[in-house]
T-cell receptor, first 108, second 114 residues
Framework: AQRVTQPEKLLSVFKGAPVELKCNYSYSGSPELFWYVQYSRQRLQLLLRHISRESIKGFTADLNKGETSFHLKKPFAQEEDSAMYYCALSGRAGKSTFGDGTTLTVKP | KAGVTQTPRYLIKTRGQQVTLSCSPISGHRSVSWYQQTPGQGLQFLFEYFSETQRNKGNFPGRFSGRQFSNSRSEMNVSTLELGDSALYLC?????????????FGSGTQLSVL
């Protein structure tokens, strides 16, 4: 079974502070991991995916297979980063399992 | 390229009724998946269709069904609506041919069951 856990429903940081959104997964094989973001009044969109290893808007995520984690990090948070963030796992083509999401608020 | 289009944008129904939601994927995408989004439970996977066949299924009751047409457009049907079915229903499309594919989401259909 595929399972994704995001332990924090809400996260609040000040502008310029580092931010880390936690994601843990459960899957017996080798899944593909993603982070999706939903800004206010916009549709859900891809932020980054493990296989491309690219940094988008200053965010990075490292897959730790030993701890089965895929935490999202940014060294200096910006106000425009305030959004809902979802961690997702795909263990086979066509099926992605999402976590419950973390609402990030970056205060000025 | 046009994005994923979902219609209608809003729906209000009463308990016991049935409803049909529509999703048009990005041109060339053969996979359409459906999700239920609620404040308390995040995104729950309903099912996925690829080339007119249901390829993956979540843990929803049989009242939730779907289909996909030859042009990849998909519909989702919910019969005998319950109050708990009130949610934002999202569809997403992708090429559907492998792992690690990016999902493209629609704006969703907000369903309210009274």
């Amino acid at each position: 079974a595929q399972r994704v856990t995001q332990p924090e429903k809400l996260l609040s940081v000040f502008k310029g502070a580092p931010v880390e959104l936690k994601c843990n997964y459960s899957y017996s094989g080798s899944p593909e991991l993603f982070w999706y973001v939903q800004y206010s009044r916009q549709r859900l969109q891809l932020l980054l995916r493990h296989i491309s290893r690219e940094s988008i808007k200053g965010f990075t995520a490292d897959l730790n297979k030993g701890e089965t984690s895929f935490h999202l990090k940014k060294p200096f948070a910006q106000e425009e980063d305030s959004a809902m963030y979802y961690c997702a796992l795909s263990g086979r083509a066509g099926k992605s399992t999402f976590g419950d999401g973390t609402t990030l608020t970056v205060k000025p | 390229k046009a994005g994923v289009t979902q219609t209608p944008r809003y729906l209000i129904k009463t308990r016991g009724q049935q409803v049909t939601l529509s999703c048009s994927p990005i041109s060339g995408h053969r996979s359409v998946s459906w999700y239920q989004q609620t404040p308390g439970q995040g995104l729950q996977f309903l099912f996925e269709y690829f080339s007119e066949t249901q390829r993956n299924k979540g843990n929803f009751p049989g009242r939730f069904s779907g289909r996909q047409f030859s042009n990849s457009r998909s519909e989702m049907n919910v019969s005998t609506l319950e109050l708990g079915d009130s949610a934002l229903y999202l569809c997403a499309s992708s090429p559907g041919t492998g792992l690690g594919e990016k999902l493209f989401f629609g704006s969703g259909t907000q369903l309210s069951v009274l």
